[in-house]
């Protein structure tokens, strides 16, 4: 083959190379687009989860209602017991629903996010270790039979648990979602990495 064939064939190749890698780019961003979506609800729901233990926090304290005379809820009380009791159970059910869509989102974006995928099941890892869910419950039992002190124990616990889910999911998302600076600093990369390419394809047909 002569130079000029040889040359037009390493040109034909490279531009087929960059066809594909263009059309697998454009099924990740498609793919990323449907995941972007589905992060940002994970998100919400773990941010509103979070959010919700620190009501409670206060509400067991409390301080829910801007009394910072009442230390705790009355120890006569038994609908302050019932009413916690069941506020806790409610959230124990939210967090097993978080931790559930974690789970599923996990093995959605093994194949075309695996970076969001490692994240998220190394935050789901690390929640065993903390087991807030298992704080969850304790509150919730304690909280039902009037046990202050040691509700506020198990609910301490809970709530570091929770934020560390929390924070774990903001971390993964931003595999994903990335921030204007990093979306930036990918484009430079991208076209810089376009000119390198038409510059050897054009040294290739010289």
């Known amino acids: 083959m002569d130079e000029g064939r040889l040359a037009e064939a390493i040109s034909e190749g490279t531009r087929a190379e960059r066809q594909f890698e263009d059309l697998k780019e454009d099924f990740r961003n498609q793919t990323s687009s449907g995941f972007k979506d589905a992060v940002r609800d994970l998100q919400e729901q773990a941010k509103e989860l979070a959010d919700t233990q620190q009501q409670l926090s206060r509400q067991l304290k409390g301080e829910a209602s801007g009394d910072q005379s009442s230390k705790k809820p009355s120890l006569k009380s038994e609908r302050d017991r019932e009413q916690l009791q069941k506020q806790f159970g409610e959230q ?13 989102m996990v093995e959605q974006a093994e194949q075309t996010e695996p970076l969001l995928s490692n994240k998220l099941y190394d935050t789901l890892r690390e929640l065993k270790d903390s087991k807030p869910e298992e704080a969850l419950e304790a509150t919730e039992f304690l909280a039902g039979r009037g046990m202050w002190s040691q509700s506020q124990e198990a609910e301490q616990a809970a709530r570091r648990g929770i934020e560390q889910l929390t924070n774990g999911i903001d971390k993964a998302a931003d595999s994903v979602l990335g921030s204007e600076s990093e979306s930036l600093r990918r484009a430079q990369e991208q076209l810089a990495e376009a000119t390198k390419d038409l510059a050897a394809e054009v040294q290739n047909a010289t």
């Open 92 to 104: 124990r059910d939210q967090l097993n629903r978080v931790v559930e869509q974690t789970r599923q």
